[in-house]
Nanobody
Framework: HVQLVESGGGSVQAGGSLRLSCAAS????????MGWFRQAPGKEREGVAS???????SYSDSVNGRFTISSDNAKRSVYLQMNDLRPEDTAMYYC??????????????????????WGQGTQVTVS
């Protein structure tokens, strides 16, 4: 079965950087849309970034220009480089995956219900 395991979260001061990693296993489809989401206490889970197997990406307006999503298809890993972090970036960050290509018909990045597989999350705190 599919497993997604996030790592790399932590506490950082405003203006600092963190790099999140997501290790995937159990993939059986030929391609996957991978995404990063975040959820702050009392708020909805929101899409941060997504990436297709061909390397095409999308970002939410709130992180565009500060965050970079990348992937290593051979290792089935996805990364989120987060620069210029702000207190409002504080949240639990989740890796997500879904077979096929990213569906941008409703939103960029795709909404949370477009993803069928989720990791347990890694906490990011910016002070």
């Amino acid at each position: 079965h599919v497993q997604l395991v996030e790592s790399g979260g932590g506490s950082v001061q405003a203006g600092g950087s963190l790099r999140l990693s997501c290790a995937a296993s159990g993939f059986t489809a030929s391609s996957y849309c991978m995404g990063w989401f975040r959820q702050a206490p009392g708020k909805e889970r929101e899409g941060v970034a997504s990436i297709d197997d061909d390397g095409s990406t999308s970002y939410s307006d709130s992180v565009n220009g500060r965050f970079t999503i990348s992937s290593d298809n051979a290792k089935r890993s996805v990364y989120l480089q987060m620069n210029d972090l702000r207190p409002e970036d504080t949240a639990m960050y989740y890796c997500a995956a879904d077979p096929g290509v990213c569906d941008y018909s409703l939103a960029r990045p795709p909404p949370k219900y477009a993803f069928g597989y989720w990791g347990q999350g890694t906490q990011v705190t910016v002070s």
